[in-house]
């Protein structure tokens, strides 16, 4: 009764028409551009709702059934730019996976396996332990970390390096025996003759000083006191030395290629920055401060 009284049927789209722009205009704006894009159609809902109270308002006795917002696009003006976000959003999530996958790969490599991740967590509780002051705590830690890496799921690097710090360990066992037979056997002699056996001692000792092709002997007076020689050495010594030192370089270099240490401690050891405790009784080393 009030569709027939209060229009006329040639204006009915033209009522319609103006109710569910003027819905859609208010509608659209309390969405954001991923709402309003979104697979689901949240827009038309919510036009529906708008234009049939405006309707409503007009008592023109008509009842909107449904609106469904078909076509939800970016404006015009702004396409390219969206395209380009899009691309750039999808580039970057490519570059984030392969890089998780490099990290993987890279971790895998190290360890071997799926070992990594508890190392990993054995190191982060290490270090929050020393960072913490707890040395004893972190001592404790630090040996389950150690016997963790000798265990033989564990591959790759790690691996490695723990058997080239076993076969360095073995050369220096060795070595300290070979020192320690040789006093052992000195032992008899020194009790016969000890100041001969020092002696003897002493004079090989200076002996291998001197056939050193970098050592120069000076020469100099009793009778000068406490005076001070600003001596130079010679050309041929001078360059003795530098490719002496040069050769040196070249093989520690050669070393850490091949995998083996060379001076580990100089190349571990920072000042007053947070790292690996070296020394077993916390007294010093890396991860506490040293004056």
Do not use: H
């Not at 008509?62 to 899009?86: D, E, F, G, H, K």
């Not at 076969?167 to 002699?189: F, G, H, K, T």
């Amino acid at each position: 009764m009030r569709f027939v009284t209060n229009i006329e049927p040639t204006r009915v789209s033209e009522f319609v028409g103006a109710a569910v722009r003027q819905a859609t205009v208010e509608a659209a704006s309390t969405l954001t551009f991923a709402e309003f894009t979104d697979s689901r159609d949240q827009l038309g809902p919510v036009v529906a709702e708008r234009a049939q109270r405006a309707l409503d308002r007009l008592d023109l006795g008509i009842r909107i059934s449904a609106v469904n917002a078909t076509q939800r696009i970016a404006p015009l003006a702004i396409q390219n730019r969206l395209r380009s976000v899009q691309t750039e959003r999808e580039n970057a999530k490519a570059t984030v996976e392969r890089a998780r996958q490099d990290a993987v790969t890279t971790l895998t490599e190290v360890a071997g396996g799926q070992v990594y991740v508890e190392l990993l967590a054995l190191i982060r509780e290490y270090e929050e332990l020393l960072g913490a002051g707890k040395l004893d705590a972190a001592e404790a830690k630090l040996v389950e970390l150690g016997r963790r890496m000798e265990q033989p799921d564990v591959g790759g690097q790690v691996a490695r390096e723990i058997t080239i710090a076993k076969a360095d360990q073995a050369a220096v066992r060795v070595a300290l025996e070979r020192d320690i037979r040789r006093i052992e056997s000195l032992v008899p002699s020194y009790r016969d003759s000890g100041n001969q056996v020092v002696r003897q001692l002493w004079l090989d000792a200076v002996r291998q000083v001197l056939a050193d092709p970098q050592a120069e002997v000076y020469a100099g007076s009793d009778l000068l006191g406490s005076i001070a020689l600003r001596l130079t050495s010679s050309g041929e010594i001078m360059q003795l030395r530098r490719n002496a030192e040069i050769e040196r370089k070249k093989a520690e270099q050669a070393g850490k290629d091949s995998g083996r240490f060379y001076a580990p401690n100089s190349e571990q050891i920072m000042i007053d920055r947070a790292g690996r405790l070296l020394k077993r009784d916390a007294s010093g080393g890396l991860g506490t401060r040293s004056e």
